[in-house]
């Protein structure tokens, strides 16, 4: 069973899986609030290679992933990152980036250095299943699981096509749009996870706009995992000592119990 | 050369480039899209609308006009020039808009929104939105805004809702990003009016086929002229909607040279162009795998060209594919060599192109003088100059008034 699977594989328990842009603020705070995450009761970690044409994102994660880019953060500098968490810790760790830098890398070699580095899986937004199958053939060689996502918009035929093809979980994109906290989120959020529910046994997780305990608490009801990106970069961004970020956590955890 | 024809396949790909790389949300609008285009390409009706508006509306046939002083200035190949300049709003942009904005109406969107660069296919579209009834709204750069004061008033006056972006590079690259993230948002009542060959399928098909109105005019007009096709076709390229326009008709004859002519800005060495298929690698941009500038990790790099229509670090999917297999060479040319051939053809000809095609321009007279007279270059004069002539003062130092 991949590290990703036996997550799920615990009855009853909610996923937490915190996104975080790698070098944003800095490398030596990615070094840090991971390990403070995990132990703050996080399941898997998402941890973001900046792109410089993020279009998928909404303007948190876009300004954090050009902050981090400024830094020099390039693939190269995350496989380090990651390197050195996994020795840190035993849950999933997975890479979140758009298609180029991937493709840049070499699929293989991507692929190859993931599994050498303790990577567990890949999310690529811009990356439908159709346009997925070169990826799958190394994400499969190498033990990956690659994460495909449904949105709001996807047809029935869709949401079949992309639970068959996801693996590890899949990634259920809340609401119509970009990333970035929302205050509310969409009233149709629980009838998209149930119709998804229907076609597929693989795990589902929840993610895009998700700020707030409330918002947790709602979509643990329905899925099997809640995703948080923008506003843990925003609580960052307020309190350098990583304080409010953690305690978002273990509020967040407490919210999923 | 005859299966050529029949790409994209039905993934969208022209051999290995193409395809679509966007978020989820945006597939099946990308399904329902092609469906629609589909539909309205094998409706007689949708065409002769489009055929009527391109005639009474844009001013459809465009002039094949012969440079004769220019020609004469070369001492060499004969230099045609097909006139898309003399198009409403100024450039081949309206062939598209028009094509668009018809299928955006029998799909029932109401709310039209756009990339531009230049902001020639801003005014395109916020005049074609104006014509048919439909709300507009335009992303461009800061950066472009800046530079094409005029277009963007254009744009007001017309009744279109400007979004500058301020984002990333802040030119045309960041204002493509931002339409799509409105897309991704709005996605269920707004159709997304693309205004090159680039992005996901079937966009660089579709703007093709609204496009290569061009290259059928030309060859038909050269035929009945000079009684044989031209020797080379030429055309500037950023995203390369007005080349490939010109190519498409001349594709399978293949004694006729297809030239591209991209950016080279301040010189390929300097870094600072916008030369995707001279100088760029294959990479995923905006939706579909083409020749992209890009850094070592796969980063998107910041371009330069003096004009804001080819300042573009992607390229249309279809001229890789056309590079690929030796079909058409792709060239580049510099600011100052765009800037004074667009001050020849002003003083040879009394025409004022854009920036964009004076590269074109400035391509086919460096190699009519190398070649006898009895062979014929066409350029597509894809725009006109006015919205330069603010950049043109600067550049040459010249205080107007």
């Known amino acids: ?257 | 050369m005859k299966k050529d024809r029949q790409l994209p396949d039905s993934q969208g790909y022209f051999g290995q480039f193409g395809g679509r790389f966007v978020p989820e949300t945006l597939m099946p609008a990308l399904n329902e899209l092609e469906a629609a285009y589909q539909k309205a390409k094998h409706d007689p009706s949708f065409w002769a609308e489009f055929d009527s508006l391109s005639r009474d509306y844009s001013g459809r046939p465009t002039p094949l006009y012969f440079a004769e002083r220019l020609t004469k200035h070369c001492r060499g190949a004969q230099i045609f020039l097909k006139r898309e300049d003399l198009l409403h709003t100024g450039a081949h942009k309206i062939n598209n808009a028009l094509g668009q904005g018809l299928l955006a109406k029998r799909m029932g969107k109401r709310r039209i929104i756009a990339e531009t660069g230049a902001g020639q296919h801003g005014v395109a579209a916020a005049t074609i939105c104006a014509k048919l009834g439909l709300d507009c709204v335009v992303y461009m750069g800061e950066e472009d805004i800046q530079r094409q004061a005029l277009n963007v008033f254009r744009m007001k006056l017309l009744g279109a809702e400007l979004r500058p972006v301020s984002s990333g590079t802040k030119t045309l690259k960041d204002a493509i990003n931002e339409a799509i993230r409105d897309w991704v948002t709005n996605v269920r009542d707004t159709y997304y009016l693309l205004g090159s060959v680039v992005g996901p399928h079937p966009y660089p098909v579709m703007v093709r086929d609204f496009q290569s109105i061009i290259g059928k005019e030309t060859r038909e007009q050269i035929l009945a002229r000079c009684h044989r096709l031209p020797d080379y076709i030429i055309a500037c390229v950023g995203g390369g909607s007005n080349a490939i326009g010109i190519f498409h008709a001349f594709v399978n004859d293949t004694e006729v040279k297809l030239i591209g002519v991209e950016a080279a800005g301040k010189g390929i060495s300097t870094g600072k162009h916008a030369a995707s298929l001279a100088a760029g690698t294959v990479g995923v941009l905006h939706g579909a795998k083409s020749y992209v500038l890009q850094d070592e990790s796969g980063q998107i790099l910041g371009t330069h060209s003096i004009a804001a229509g080819l300042d573009y670090p992607g390229v249309g999917p279809e001229h890789s594919y056309l590079k690929s297999i030796g079909r058409a060479t792709y060239v580049a040319v510099n600011d100052k060599e765009a800037l004074a051939a667009f001050q020849l053809l002003c003083q040879t000809e009394g025409i004022v192109p854009a920036l964009e095609p004076a590269h074109a321009v400035s391509y086919a007279t460096k190699i009519a003088g190398t070649l006898p007279r009895d062979q014929i270059i066409v350029v597509n004069l894809s725009g006109h100059g006015d919205k330069d002539m603010d950049i043109v003062s600067k550049a040459l130092g010249v205080t107007r008034g």
């Open chain 1, 1 to 257: 069973m991949s590290r990703i699977a036996s997550v799920f594989a615990q009855a009853s328990h909610i996923a937490l899986i915190p996104y975080i842009t790698v070098g944003y603020p800095s490398v030596e705070t990615t070094l840090k609030v991971v390990p403070l995450f995990a132990s703050s009761g996080c399941d898997i970690i998402e941890l973001g290679i900046p792109f410089s044409d993020p279009l998928a994102d909404g303007a948190t994660i876009q300004r954090a992933s050009y902050h981090a880019l400024k830094q020099g953060v390039t693939p190269k500098v995350c496989f380090e990152v990651a390197q050195e968490l996994r020795r840190q810790m035993k849950i999933p760790l997975v890479f979140m980036t758009y298609y180029n830098p991937v493709l840049k890398f070499g699929l293989e070699q991507f692929c190859s250095k993931c599994a050498e580095v303790g990577i567990d899986g890949l999310i690529i937004p811009d990356l439908p299943p159709e346009e997925g199958q070169e990826l799958e053939k190394s994400t499969k060689k190498h033990g990956l699981d690659l994460i495909y996502l449904l949105a709001p918009t996807s047809t029935e035929e869709r949401i079949e096509l992309v639970a068959a093809r996801s693996s590890g979980f899949v990634y259920l994109v809340s609401l119509t749009g970009v990333t970035g906290a929302r205050d509310e989120l969409p009233r149709e959020l629980e009838s998209f996870v149930a119709n998804v529910r229907r076609r597929t046994e693989k795990p589902l997780c929840v993610g895009f706009g998700v700020s707030t305990a409330e918002q947790a608490r709602r979509i643990a009801k329905v899925a099997d995992g809640v995703i948080v990106g923008s506003r843990i970069i925003q609580l960052l961004d307020e309190d350098k000592s990583l304080g409010n970020a953690c305690s978002f956590i273990k509020c967040l955890r407490e919210a999923l119990l």
